[in-house]
Nanobody, 120 residues
Framework: QVQLVESGGGLVQAGDSLRLSCAPS????????MGWFRQAPGKERELVAS????????YYSSSVKGRFTISGDNAKNMVYLQLNSLKPEDTAVYYC?????????????WGQGTQVTVSS
């Protein structure tokens, strides 16, 4: 397993933007897919965006589509999440995750998370 490290979270006002970054801690690795999840207090963790490197296919949850953008560089094991037009309901801990080993397996590498707080 590979430990991932997220950064870029913070406290912002509604309508502001943030850019989250995710990088491996230590050795580089080869992943098939990377994604960003979030978990708000009292709620289950949800997938908000993902990218499959081989095809460039991206996914966005309906709650963030049109406002968030996932990008990255598989060779550098970096993935980013641009968060625009932030809303108070976007407040959550954001986690980066990667799929390694089985190209269609579950996310099996995780970061510790970065807090995003959006005030109204």
């Amino acid at each position: 397993q590979v430990q991932l490290v997220e950064s870029g979270g913070g406290l912002v006002q509604a309508g502001d933007s943030l850019r989250l970054s995710c990088a491996p801690s230590g050795r580089t690795f080869s992943s098939y897919k990377m994604g960003w999840f979030r978990q708000a207090p009292g709620k289950e963790r949800e997938l908000v965006a993902s990218v499959r490197w081989s095809t460039g296919t991206t996914y966005y949850s309906s709650s963030v589509k049109g406002r968030f953008t996932i990008s990255g560089d598989n060779a550098k094991n970096m993935v980013y999440l641009q968060l625009n037009s932030l809303k108070p309901e976007d407040t959550a801990v954001y986690y980066c995750a990667a799929v390694t080993g089985n190209p269609y397996g579950q996310y099996n590498n995780w970061g510790q998370g970065t807090q995003v707080t959006v005030s109204s």
